[in-house]
């Protein structure tokens, strides 16, 4: 391909373009999970101004058959916010403007989920996003978006009632129930990158109302009981109430990573401390914790401690699966095994199985309303490690085959779907894991608004 004219790119736009090897072409291709650091090259990147700059940028790459996607927080967990095309990086369009007579708040595409709680919170409203203020908002509400108040709240894209969309064609559309409704549903769970580029958002809120919290945790020898135990509260507990559970361990090696295995649960309610107590009195019952901790939070107290930090030095991989029946004892029993075969790294995160509970108001919500189908599921089983730049390839190498043996070994235990937004590049049938039933539906809506596949990546919709 001849090489295209990148200067003359840059001459239609207000914002800035960035070419390799100019001063902030490093910053502008960052990418939040190091294992795919250097793994794209773009051509270039675009810090987009305005909308006019994101329409001008989609129309110049498609005419020079350069390919595009988008950037918001680079936070995809597959790296797949870069490609070595063009990128169009919407950091600049962030503005969160919120309207107290309807209580909607309307997001520019690059908006942080953080940037959204700060101009919501004078105003004590909420939108259910997720565990990290880094994230954007856009990516995270296209592929679902979950948290602690996802059980009362629903999910991040259950709140959405409007998105304006920069096309394949240039054109700017604006989505919700009765103006291109299909469009609007694509983008409920659809995945991010897929459509177009999302300018802007509009949420319904949610009163932001206080909450209590705890953190618990068990011995080892007792994590058996808690997980078993915790699987049998859930379906009962209420709808105010969510919970993570964590079994995970840490170390260099299998020898100093025997001192470090431990189960954990955090969780959150929308009410006071006694009553959370309460609820979780038949865990407690089940194995006297090592430590607990409960304490009555404002819900914005809450919201940034239970933040999930983002160390510098971040090379992970996660594979998920959904649990829609309790994993039985023989399950549970593996898991903890894993656990135990633990090759080492010299990251302090070390691996684990996460179970964040689900159900509730995500469950409520007709798998064909939105494209987000996973509608039928108690918890999101996260399978996860990490490793360091200090780690030898070798080493790499057996953490990511950990990874893998886990999460095929919890195939007889739970489902095959997985959570779109944790993107899974090893995933194998990514159509039916991410969207089940709901994936021709997607493509049908492909192949309206961007027939020719402008916006195309490795687990696109119609790749």
């Not at 909420?126 to 059980?151: F, H």
């Not at 945790?217 to 994590?223: F, G, K, R, S």
Request: glycine share 12%.
């Amino acid at each position: 391909m001849i090489d295209p004219n990148w200067a003359g790119l840059a001459g239609e736009l207000r914002g800035r373009l960035f070419r390799p090897g100019d001063p902030g072409y490093r910053v502008a291709t960052h990418v939040r999970n190091k294992r795919h650091e250097g793994a794209r090259t773009p051509g270039a990147v675009v810090v987009a101004a305005d909308t006019e700059d994101v329409r001008r940028s989609v129309l110049w790459a498609r005419e020079h058959g350069v390919p595009v996607v988008a950037r918001s927080g680079g936070h995809s967990f597959a790296g797949y916010s870069l490609n070595d095309g063009l990128v169009v990086d919407l950091g600049r369009c962030s503005l969160v403007d919120v309207d107290a007579s309807t209580g909607l708040v309307t997001a520019g595409g690059g908006a942080r989920t953080g940037q959204v709680h700060d101009r919501l919170r004078p105003y004590e409203l909420t939108v259910p996003t997720g565990t990290s203020p880094l994230v954007g908002i856009a990516g995270l509400t296209l592929g679902g978006g979950c948290e602690y108040a996802s059980r009362s709240l629903g999910l991040t894209c259950n709140s959405l009632v409007e998105t304006t969309v920069v096309t394949a064609d240039g054109d700017l559309v604006v989505c919700n129930e009765t103006e291109n409704p299909d469009l609007f549903w694509a983008c409920r769970g659809g995945g991010g990158g897929n459509f177009g580029i999302n300018v802007s958002l509009t949420f319904r809120t949610h009163p932001a109302r206080d909450v209590s919290m705890c953190r618990l945790t068990w011995e080892w020898p007792d994590a058996e009981r808690v997980v078993d135990a915790v699987q049998r509260l859930m379906p009962e507990a209420p709808h105010e109430f969510s919970l993570n559970l964590r079994v995970a361990t840490s170390g260099a090696d299998s020898a100093s990573a025997a001192g470090n295995r431990f189960v954990g649960v955090s969780g959150y309610y929308f009410g006071p401390s006694e009553e959370l107590r309460a609820i979780l009195a038949p865990v407690i019952s089940a194995a006297a914790p090592s430590s607990s901790h409960f304490v009555d939070q404002t819900y914005w107290e809450a919201k940034g401690n239970m933040s999930h930090p983002s160390p510098v030095d971040d090379h992970f991989m996660t594979r998920t699966r959904y649990v829609k029946e309790p994993v039985s004892g023989q399950g549970i029993h593996s898991i903890l095994t894993w656990m135990e075969k633990w090759p080492g790294s010299r990251n302090p995160d070390g691996g684990g199985l996460g179970m964040f509970a689900w159900g509730g108001a995500i469950n409520d919500v007709p798998a064909a309303d939105s494209a987000f189908v996973h509608r039928d599921t108690m918890f999101l089983a996260s399978m996860d490690a990490s490793w360091s730049r200090e780690d030898s390839p070798r080493q790499v190498e057996a953490v990511q085959d950990w990874v893998n043996g886990l999460h095929a070994d919890m195939g007889s235990y739970m489902s095959d779907a997985s959570y779109q937004n944790f993107v899974d590049p090893e995933l194998d049938d990514w159509r039916q894991a991410y969207y089940g039933t709901n994936y021709p539906r997607l493509v049908e809506v492909k192949r309206t608004y961007d027939p020719t596949n402008v916006f195309g990546f490795d687990q696109g919709i119609q790749s």
